[in-house]
């Protein structure tokens, strides 16, 4: 049961570089969403897709650009790393189908800016 | 958006029960309640949710009040894994979540 798969699982990247957060799911799911969480703090919402060739900007989406070529993949990039973008990724996916489903969560990405 | 408003620490013998509560005053009629818990700053897993009635499965049970104003999830038999971040959820009608800060919950041998 892999569920939802982030790679990688730590990265420290220098200013102004860029990069690309991996998140896959083998669940089917429609929906996929992108999160960051600062420390001793919640999950903020950055995008979101709800299904293939769609996505919408959540809470934070400011310095990131995601894209959603198949149901299973949603990757997050960050163009020009910033001090501020130090944080831990979280990516998670949802069904589409009936009552409001449960998120299932990746494991992280902990990402450090210096 | 309806928001939550949860104590931000609480402690438990293992072996009792576990009683965390939510306050949710300006949820609307067809949101549902979410629990998650984080541990050791892994991801959210999902524990519980409910609309209006109580909820119960393998890992918790979920009361919510009949004004659905406040719910409290239990943990019957707390043991030292249950140790995490719970966080209580109503999101709004676009499926997103708003994460508070949640309720610390350390169980104690």
């Known amino acids: 049961n892999a569920g939802v798969t982030q790679t990688p699982k730590f990265r420290i990247l220098k200013i102004g570089q860029s990069m690309t957060l991996q998140c896959t799911q083998d669940?089917?799911?429609?929906?996929m969403y992108w999160y960051r969480q600062d420390p001793g703090m919640g999950l903020k919402l950055i995008y979101y897709?709800?299904?293939?060739?769609?996505?919408d900007k959540g809470e934070v989406p400011n310095g990131y650009n995601v894209s959603r070529s198949t149901t299973e993949d949603f990757p997050l990039r960050l163009e020009l790393a910033a001090p501020s973008q130090t944080s831990v990724y979280f990516c998670?996916?949802?069904?589409?189908?009936?009552?409001?489903?449960?998120?299932?969560f990746g494991d992280g990405t902990r990402l450090s800016i210096l | 958006d309806a928001k939550t408003t949860q104590p931000t620490s609480m402690d438990c013998a293992e072996g009792r029960a576990a009683n965390l509560p939510c306050n949710h005053s300006t949820i609307s009629g067809n949101e549902y309640v979410y629990w998650y818990r984080q541990i050791h700053s892994q991801g959210p897993q999902y524990i519980i949710h409910?609309?209006?009635?109580?909820e119960t499965n393998e890992m918790a049970s979920l009361i919510i009040t009949e004004d659905r104003k406040s719910s409290t999830l239990i943990l019957p038999h707390a043991t030292l894994r249950d140790t995490a971040v719970y966080y209580c959820?109503?999101?709004?009608?676009?499926?997103?979540?708003?994460w508070g800060l949640g309720t610390s919950l350390g169980v104690n041998p």
């Open positions: 409910g609309l209006k009635n109580n």
């Open positions: 998670a996916s949802s069904h589409s189908a009936g009552a409001r489903q449960p998120q299932h």
């Open positions: 669940m089917n799911h429609n929906y």
């Open positions: 959820i109503a999101p709004g009608e676009d499926r997103k979540l708003i």
């Open positions: 897709s709800v299904g293939a060739g769609i996505t």
